[in-house]
């Protein structure tokens, strides 16, 4: 018969339960065994950050606040007829909003319009094609647009880019697209064209920087597969990258119309300033900010004011309303996943 099979087991190291900790593991030991009870502590902080994140929801709150309340003359008066009146004289106190509504949209939209394509070829270009000796010189420069005041990019326009506009661009745009009726009308330079192209420059580098980011956050292993599969360089940025990066995109775009809707000293400077709607991009117009920079301080009537206040809450309305549909867009986007590779 055969004898069974043996089974050895080692004998245990000598020493080996003698192991003493560290130092460095006794010093902690000895800091978690003589803190105490903790949840003094933990409770603190958690109602410290919960009034960080309620103080967001307090701010909004009384700049709305604020504003209703300064604009009751008005709202008793015009209701909500004031977003939709056209009429601005402060002379014969009768005023409406839906002038610098428009203005504040168009030269937004606009710039957006002009800037988001440039904006996604820095990006591209930047991360995926650009020679290493030239990125940082490269990403410096259009960073440091971000950090040029307003009022600068005004100066600049006056003097350089609305001559620019009304000597060369306008008149060829006349000629060729003149028939559209959107470059139609006086050209005298100052108008919702200049506003939307100072815009577009001042937002650029905001979309452009964070579209980058997002670009570089997306896993090499995408680029990848998709050039193991055959594709070209621009089907690789295509399906491997902008789909994989379109959410933080559209964040990087959202981001920039705020900063539009939102700007005044620029806008101001080149936008021409009458209270007027034409479908002409040649013809000027007026922003919400605009006007209540313009007019705060020469308002003598409490209607004036109130009517200014209550322009200040339509601008809060409008970016509020945009960053919901933006929100929404977004939403939206997330249903459809990204393109994986295996």
């Known amino acids: ?93 009768n005023f409406g909003a839906w002038p610098f509504i428009y203005g504040t949209l168009m030269s937004s939209f606009l710039a957006l319009l002009i800037s988001v394509p440039f904006a996604l070829g820095v990006a591209i270009f930047l991360t995926e094609m650009c020679p290493k000796w030239l990125r940082a010189p490269l990403s410096f420069i259009t960073e440091l647009l971000a950090a040029i005041p307003s009022v600068v990019y005004g100066l600049w326009a006056i003097f350089v880019l609305i001559p620019l506009l009304r000597d060369y661009v306008n008149p060829k745009l006349m000629f060729t697209l003149g028939w559209t009726g959107f470059f139609g009308g006086p050209n005298a330079g100052y108008s919702m064209l200049a506003a939307g192209v100072v815009l577009a420059i001042m937002i650029l580098p ?27 360089r621009w089907e690789m940025i295509r399906i491997g990258v902008l789909r994989n990066a379109r959410i933080g995109i559209v964040g990087a775009i959202i981001l920039g119309l705020g900063r539009a809707l939102g700007e005044t000293m620029a806008v101001t400077m080149v936008i021409g300033n009458r209270p007027v709607i034409s479908a002409s991009l040649f013809a000027p117009g007026y922003t919400l900010a605009s006007v209540i920079a313009n007019e705060f301080a020469e308002a003598t009537s409490d209607l004036y004011l109130n009517s200014l206040f209550e322009l200040g809450l339509v601008l809060l309305a409008v970016t509020i309303v945009v960053n919901i549909l933006a929100q929404i867009m977004l939403k939206s986007m997330t249903g459809s996943s990204p393109i994986k590779v295996n």
């Not at 560290?22 to 003589?34: D, K, Y």
């Not at 452009?208 to 896993?219: D, N």
């Open 206 to 232: 905001i979309i452009s920087s964070l579209t980058r980011e997002v670009m570089i956050a997306v896993p090499r292993v995408q680029r990848e597969g998709v050039l193991a599969l055959g594709a070209t």
């Open 1 to 93: 018969m055969t004898q069974p099979a043996k089974i050895h087991v080692s004998e245990p190291v000598a020493g080996l339960s003698d192991v003493k900790p560290s130092a460095e593991h006794s010093v902690v030991r000895t800091f978690l065994r003589g803190r105490g009870n903790s949840a003094i502590a933990d409770g603190t902080f958690k109602v410290l950050v919960f009034l960080c994140a309620l103080s967001i929801f307090g701010i909004v709150f009384l700049i709305a606040y604020e504003l209703v309340s300064r604009s009751h003359l008005t709202l008793s008066k015009f209701g909500l007829s004031f977003f939709f009146r056209s009429a601005w004289d402060p002379v014969n106190s």
